[in-house]
Protein backbone atom coordinates (compact mmCIF):
# COMPACT_ATOMS: atom_id res chain seq x y z
CA UNK A 1 0.00 0.00 0.00
CA UNK A 2 1.26 3.51 -0.99
CA UNK A 3 0.49 6.88 1.01
CA UNK A 4 0.94 9.81 -0.82
CA UNK A 5 1.48 12.88 1.39
CA UNK A 6 -0.84 15.21 2.54
CA UNK A 7 1.32 18.24 1.57
CA UNK A 8 1.84 16.75 -2.05
CA UNK A 9 -1.67 17.09 -2.89
CA UNK A 10 -1.85 20.77 -1.26
CA UNK A 11 0.86 21.72 -3.27
CA UNK A 12 -0.97 22.87 -7.00
CA UNK A 13 -3.31 24.79 -4.83
CA UNK A 14 -0.93 26.78 -2.93
CA UNK A 15 1.19 27.53 -7.11
CA UNK A 16 -2.32 28.24 -8.77
CA UNK A 17 -3.39 30.88 -5.70
CA UNK A 18 0.49 31.95 -5.49
CA UNK A 19 0.22 32.45 -9.66
CA UNK A 20 -3.68 34.19 -9.23
CA UNK A 21 -2.41 37.04 -5.91
CA UNK A 22 1.61 37.29 -8.54
CA UNK A 23 -0.91 38.41 -11.46
CA UNK A 24 -2.73 40.50 -9.46
CA UNK A 25 -0.42 42.22 -7.83
CA UNK A 26 1.66 43.06 -10.82
CA UNK A 27 -1.83 44.34 -12.56
CA UNK A 28 -1.89 46.42 -9.31
CA UNK A 29 1.37 47.32 -9.37
CA UNK A 30 0.95 48.77 -13.07
CA UNK A 31 -2.42 50.55 -12.23
CA UNK A 32 -1.15 52.59 -9.24
CA UNK A 33 2.32 53.47 -11.25
CA UNK A 34 0.14 54.87 -13.80
CA UNK A 35 -2.42 56.81 -11.48
CA UNK A 36 -0.65 58.48 -8.67
CA UNK A 37 -4.19 59.09 -6.81
CA UNK A 38 -3.78 55.53 -6.12
CA UNK A 39 -0.34 55.71 -4.34
CA UNK A 40 -1.31 54.66 -1.22
CA UNK A 41 -2.02 50.85 -2.36
CA UNK A 42 1.50 50.71 -4.09
CA UNK A 43 2.90 49.08 -0.17
CA UNK A 44 0.08 46.96 -0.29
CA UNK A 45 0.35 45.83 -3.76
CA UNK A 46 3.89 45.19 -3.35
CA UNK A 47 3.96 43.20 -0.13
CA UNK A 48 1.16 41.09 -2.40
CA UNK A 49 3.12 40.13 -4.93
CA UNK A 50 6.31 39.37 -2.23
CA UNK A 51 3.72 36.65 -0.55
CA UNK A 52 3.14 35.76 -4.18
CA UNK A 53 6.71 34.64 -5.29
CA UNK A 54 7.11 32.68 -1.36
CA UNK A 55 3.48 30.92 -1.94
CA UNK A 56 4.77 29.80 -5.54
CA UNK A 57 8.42 28.60 -3.83
CA UNK A 58 6.79 26.65 -1.38
CA UNK A 59 3.80 25.30 -4.06
CA UNK A 60 6.95 24.73 -6.04
CA UNK A 61 8.97 22.48 -3.97
CA UNK A 62 5.65 20.52 -2.75
CA UNK A 63 5.08 19.72 -6.45
CA UNK A 64 8.75 18.56 -6.99
CA UNK A 65 8.60 16.59 -3.79
CA UNK A 66 8.31 12.57 -3.89
CA UNK A 67 4.78 11.31 -4.86
CA UNK A 68 4.71 8.74 -2.30
CA UNK A 69 6.13 9.14 1.18
CA UNK A 70 5.18 5.58 2.45
CA UNK A 71 4.93 1.97 1.27
CA UNK A 72 3.23 -0.59 3.50
CA UNK A 73 4.15 -3.87 2.85
CA UNK A 74 4.22 -7.54 4.53
CA UNK A 75 7.81 -7.03 5.89
CA UNK A 76 7.10 -3.31 6.92
CA UNK A 77 7.39 0.42 6.93
CA UNK A 78 9.00 1.54 4.37
CA UNK A 79 10.12 5.41 4.32
CA UNK A 80 11.08 7.51 1.35
CA UNK A 81 12.38 11.42 1.40
CA UNK A 82 14.38 13.12 -1.38
CA UNK A 83 17.06 11.53 -0.01
CA UNK A 84 16.91 7.87 0.23
CA UNK A 85 14.74 5.87 3.16
CA UNK A 86 14.95 3.39 5.62
CA UNK A 87 12.80 0.48 6.44
CA UNK A 88 11.22 -0.05 9.59
CA UNK A 89 10.22 -4.05 10.33
CA UNK A 90 6.75 -5.05 11.89
CA UNK A 91 8.98 -7.24 14.11
CA UNK A 92 10.69 -4.44 15.62
CA UNK A 93 7.66 -2.25 16.53
CA UNK A 94 6.80 -1.99 20.43
CA UNK A 95 3.89 0.69 20.00
CA UNK A 96 2.34 2.92 17.65
CA UNK A 97 0.59 6.20 18.54
CA UNK A 98 0.31 10.11 18.87
CA UNK A 99 2.92 11.47 21.05
CA UNK A 100 2.09 13.73 23.74
CA UNK A 101 3.76 16.77 25.99
CA UNK A 102 2.02 18.27 29.23
CA UNK A 103 0.75 21.70 28.82
CA UNK A 104 -0.28 22.48 32.70
CA UNK A 105 -2.98 20.12 33.54
CA UNK A 106 -3.58 18.50 30.53
CA UNK A 107 -1.90 16.52 27.84
CA UNK A 108 -0.93 18.04 24.05
CA UNK A 109 -0.86 15.76 21.33
CA UNK A 110 2.23 16.64 18.71
CA UNK A 111 1.81 16.81 15.00
CA UNK A 112 3.30 13.71 14.47
CA UNK A 113 3.09 9.91 14.79
CA UNK A 114 4.88 8.12 17.05
CA UNK A 115 6.51 4.03 16.61
CA UNK A 116 8.36 2.59 19.78
CA UNK A 117 11.22 -0.15 19.08
CA UNK A 118 12.00 -3.08 20.16
CA UNK A 119 15.59 -2.86 17.97
CA UNK A 120 16.69 -0.25 15.81
CA UNK A 121 19.40 -1.78 13.83
CA UNK A 122 17.61 -2.49 10.90
CA UNK A 123 16.52 0.64 11.08
CA UNK A 124 19.86 2.47 11.21
CA UNK A 125 21.48 0.13 8.48
CA UNK A 126 18.82 0.71 6.28
CA UNK A 127 19.27 3.79 5.94
CA UNK A 128 21.57 6.22 3.79
CA UNK A 129 23.39 8.58 5.94
CA UNK A 130 21.66 11.86 3.68
CA UNK A 131 18.62 9.95 4.86
CA UNK A 132 20.03 9.99 8.19
CA UNK A 133 21.03 13.79 8.29
CA UNK A 134 17.52 14.90 6.92
CA UNK A 135 15.82 13.23 9.67
CA UNK A 136 18.19 14.68 11.94
CA UNK A 137 17.25 17.93 10.85
CA UNK A 138 13.68 17.97 10.68
CA UNK A 139 13.43 16.21 14.70
CA UNK A 140 15.08 19.49 16.09
CA UNK A 141 11.74 21.28 16.71
CA UNK A 142 11.22 17.92 19.13
CA UNK A 143 13.94 19.06 21.12
CA UNK A 144 12.68 22.50 21.76
CA UNK A 145 8.83 21.08 22.69
CA UNK A 146 10.41 18.19 24.99
CA UNK A 147 12.65 20.93 27.02
CA UNK A 148 12.19 24.89 25.46
CA UNK A 149 13.98 26.50 28.20
CA UNK A 150 17.19 23.39 28.15
CA UNK A 151 20.60 24.64 27.02
CA UNK A 152 20.69 21.10 25.02
CA UNK A 153 18.50 22.63 22.81
CA UNK A 154 21.25 25.23 21.80
CA UNK A 155 23.66 22.34 21.44
CA UNK A 156 21.27 20.50 18.83
CA UNK A 157 23.71 20.76 16.28
CA UNK A 158 25.88 17.81 17.29
CA UNK A 159 22.95 15.94 18.48
CA UNK A 160 25.90 15.00 21.61
CA UNK A 161 23.70 14.95 24.72
CA UNK A 162 25.44 13.86 28.26
CA UNK A 163 23.01 12.01 30.03
CA UNK A 164 22.39 9.68 27.04
CA UNK A 165 23.99 6.57 27.86
CA UNK A 166 23.60 4.51 24.99
CA UNK A 167 25.82 1.06 24.20
CA UNK A 168 26.23 0.92 20.80
CA UNK A 169 29.01 0.44 17.90
CA UNK A 170 27.92 2.76 15.53
CA UNK A 171 29.80 6.22 14.28
CA UNK A 172 29.62 9.21 12.63
CA UNK A 173 26.06 10.50 11.40
CA UNK A 174 24.83 6.75 12.61
CA UNK A 175 25.76 7.47 16.23
CA UNK A 176 24.18 10.98 16.21
CA UNK A 177 21.21 9.60 15.46
CA UNK A 178 20.76 6.17 17.67
CA UNK A 179 21.54 9.16 20.52
CA UNK A 180 18.65 11.42 18.98
CA UNK A 181 16.08 8.17 18.80
CA UNK A 182 17.57 7.43 22.67
CA UNK A 183 16.96 11.47 23.89
CA UNK A 184 13.71 11.01 22.18
CA UNK A 185 12.89 7.43 23.32
CA UNK A 186 13.53 8.84 27.46
CA UNK A 187 11.18 12.63 26.87
CA UNK A 188 8.39 11.59 24.07
CA UNK A 189 8.40 7.65 24.36
CA UNK A 190 9.24 7.09 21.25
CA UNK A 191 12.27 6.27 19.02
CA UNK A 192 11.26 7.66 15.29
CA UNK A 193 8.49 10.44 14.23
CA UNK A 194 6.71 10.95 11.06
CA UNK A 195 5.39 14.39 11.02
CA UNK A 196 0.94 14.84 10.21
CA UNK A 197 2.45 16.70 6.92
CA UNK A 198 3.63 12.69 5.80
CA UNK A 199 0.39 11.36 6.13
CA UNK A 200 -2.87 11.04 3.88
CA UNK A 201 -5.41 10.96 6.24
CA UNK A 202 -5.95 12.11 10.09
CA UNK A 203 -3.25 11.22 11.88
CA UNK A 204 -5.69 8.59 14.70
CA UNK A 205 -6.72 7.03 11.23
CA UNK A 206 -3.13 6.59 10.64
CA UNK A 207 -1.85 4.71 13.42
CA UNK A 208 -5.36 2.99 13.17
CA UNK A 209 -3.74 1.87 9.78
CA UNK A 210 -0.33 1.14 10.59
CA UNK A 211 -1.74 -0.92 13.61
CA UNK A 212 -4.07 -3.18 11.69
CA UNK A 213 -1.04 -3.92 9.28
CA UNK A 214 1.14 -5.21 12.45
CA UNK A 215 -1.03 -7.23 13.41
CA UNK A 216 -2.41 -9.24 9.94
CA UNK A 217 1.45 -8.95 8.58
CA UNK A 218 2.38 -11.14 12.23
CA UNK A 219 -0.42 -13.43 12.19
CA UNK A 220 0.38 -14.37 8.23
CA UNK A 221 3.99 -14.56 9.35
Given at each position: ???R???????I?????A??LI????I???????D???Y??????AG????G???LI???????DL???????????????????FT???EDI????IP??????EL????Y??????HR????????LP?????????R??I??????S????????M?Y????V????????AM?????????N???????F????L?R???????LL??F??D?S???
Amino acid sequence: MLIRPIAKRNGITVTIIAALLIFSSIISLLTTSADTGNYLYFPLAAGALIIGICLLIVGIVKINDLYYRFSLTKEGIHYFTSRGGFTILWEDIQRIDIPKINEGLELKELPYIGIRLKHREHLINSASLPTLSHMLLEQRALIMLTAPNSPLYGNADNMLYPDVKVTHNYRGLQAMFINRMQYLHNTLGYDIYFPNDDLDRAPTEFVQLLREFKTDCSRSL
